[in-house]
């Protein structure tokens, strides 16, 4: 029997980048807020268990939210945690208040709060690769752009090679016990990684890259907002034909 796995969402950050007063997981967006959208879609694959979102300490906008019925959302349990100074800490705490049936050895999940058009076929690839390795993997996409390195007045310095560049995505997929160390480490060390993965290459392991959708972009800025407004449309649209 496949165990269903956990989700840790951290959701604690500000978005002080996309020029909101509201941080982005809590902006409305068809009736929900974002956080209800990435919810959603992690919780439409039927082997997500439930997940912890882990949000700021005293957050007015998750008790505001109101999102949670029973301690439920879309009939899966939803734990909550708080962040801390960064997103690895933050990470950390919501892997550690992970239920206690959580195994060691279990296989955990880590998502963005703000991807919310994440597909059930990249979540489906990402298991079935994941749970063959034994450190884990993580959805990603290659480089595709031309990249430029930049000089310190702006002009072009170099063009640099694209070969075996990738770009990360999440969910990132670890076992509980390793992704807790790998975090732990990092922060001991004073080193702010910036994924999961980036910590579990601290350690000398080497996770999968799982080619993903490039539709499961990260709202970052208005614009990337109002692309998954437009992709949401035309999924209701389509759904009313």
């Known amino acids: 029997m496949i165990r269903g796995v956990w989700v840790v969402v951290p959701a604690a950050g500000r978005g ?8 982005k997981q809590y902006l409305d967006v068809a009736g929900r807020p974002l956080l209800a959208h990435t919810l959603q879609a992690l919780f439409a694959h039927p082997q997500v268990s439930g997940a912890v979102v882990v949000v700021g300490e005293n957050d007015g906008d998750w008790a505001a939210c109101d999102l949670l019925v029973d301690g439920k959302f879309d009939g899966k349990p ?27 050895d279990d296989f955990v ?25 034994m450190v ?4 990603a996409a290659p480089v595709r752009d031309t990249l430029k390195r930049a000089g ?3 002009g072009i310095d170099a063009t640099e090679s694209r070969s075996r560049l990738w770009r990360a995505f999440t969910p990132q997929m670890f076992r509980r016990l390793q992704l807790t160390k790998a975090l732990e480490d990092a922060g ?25 959708s490039e539709d499961n972009f990260k709202i970052t800025t208005p614009a990337d907002l ?11 649209d389509s759904q009313r034909t």
Do not use: C, W, Y
């Open 109 to 133: 999940l880590v998502h963005d709060a703000a991807r919310p058009n994440l597909g059930l076929d990249d979540v489906q690839k990402l298991l079935d690769r994941g749970r063959e390795d």
């Open 188 to 212: 001991k060390a004073g080193i702010e990684v910036t994924d999961e993965a980036m910590a579990m290459e601290r350690l000398g392991l080497r996770p999968l890259l799982v080619e993903g």
């Open 136 to 139: 884990g993997a993580i959805l």
């Open 152 to 154: 310190d007045d702006g």
């Open 78 to 104: 939803v734990l909550a945690a708080v962040g801390g100074a960064t997103r690895a800490a933050s990470v950390l705490n919501g892997v550690n208040a992970l239920p206690g049936d959580v195994r060691a």
């Open 16 to 23: 002080t980048r996309f020029g909101s007063e509201t941080p």
């Open 226 to 236: 109002a692309r998954f407004k437009f992709i949401l449309s035309q999924k209701q």
